[in-house]
């Protein structure tokens, strides 16, 4: 069985990048599909990014692309969120998860801690 803590949250200027880890346990890692889910103030959890279980396939949500990077370290055990030129809008709580499908939004595990992103001047 997977579980999953992520990491590396804070606070961040306009414009500013932050990456963001997802530490999982268990052997089968890698044959899941992973996901960026997060949840800002007053707002239902929104998906963010996935990526393939070999990480060759990435898939993201309109308001983030271009300027943020899903990737996975299989050997690891690891998933990163790379976030450039991030917005006040960007900030949110976000969490990692398993996918049942790439094209999918349909989380597997139960949902952690998360990390907390905050983009202010």
């Known amino acids: 069985q997977v579980q999953l803590v992520e990491s590396g949250g804070g606070l961040v200027q306009p414009g500013g990048s932050l990456r963001l880890s997802c530490a999982a346990s268990?052997?089968?890692?890698?044959?899941?599909?992973m996901a960026w889910f997060r949840q800002a103030p007053g707002k239902e959890r929104e998906f963010v990014a996935a990526?393939?279980?070999?990480?060759?396939?990435?898939r993201y949500t309109d308001s983030v692309r271009g300027r943020f990077t899903i990737s996975r370290n299989n050997a690891e055990n690891t998933m990163y969120l790379q976030m450039n030129s991030l917005k006040p809008e960007d900030t949110a709580v976000y969490y990692c998860?398993?996918?049942?499908?790439?094209?999918?939004?349909?989380?597997?595990?139960?949902w952690g801690q998360g990390a907390q992103v905050t983009v202010s001047s």
């Open positions: 990526v393939s279980g070999s990480g060759s396939t990435t």
């Open positions: 268990g052997r089968t890692f890698s044959a899941y599909v």
């Open positions: 998860n398993a996918l049942r499908l790439f094209g999918g939004t349909t989380p597997l595990l139960s």
